[in-house]
């Protein structure tokens, strides 16, 4: 029930009323995996969006230790790095997740650069 209450919050555009759902949701151990995760993702992407980023990367963090297939946790926990001004840590999960995922023969094509240069931007050769 927390976890429907959250999203209602959600959807509205009423984001800070739906993370004590999120919490409660999770916090109650009742929820079914897919659901789970989704409140997962959904706590760790609304509590980015109201700028609770050390809060945001421990939920995303979490989140990704649990489901470390989900693409979405990763790419919200990238997105939390950059405005943690961790840039590095940010970029290495973005192009990860993007060489992982797509499906772009362009961006295939370039995968292993892709892959090497996603564990430093800075590095020259």
């Not at 029930?1 to 993370?19: K, N, P, T």
């Not at 995996?33 to 609770?52: C, H, K, P, Q, W």
């Not at 790095?81 to 992982?100: G, P, V, W």
Request: glycine letters at 6%.
């Amino acid at each position: 029930m927390q976890y429907q209450y959250a999203w209602s919050f959600d959807i509205l555009g009423q984001e800070r009323e739906a993370v004590p759902h999120y919490y409660a949701a999770i916090d109650n151990n009742g929820l079914e995996s897919v659901d789970l995760e989704n409140a997962y993702l959904g706590l760790g992407s609304t509590l980015r969006s109201i700028g609770f980023y050390d809060e945001s990367l421990d939920i995303l963090s979490k989140g990704t230790e649990l489901f470390p297939t989900n693409n979405a946790l990763k790419v919200f926990k990238g997105m939390t790095l950059y405005n943690l001004k961790r840039f590095k840590e940010s970029s290495t999960i973005l192009l990860q997740c993007l060489i992982e995922t797509s499906e772009d023969t362009d961006i295939k094509s370039y995968a292993k650069a892709l892959g090497l240069y996603s564990q430093d931007l800075d590095q020259t050769f």
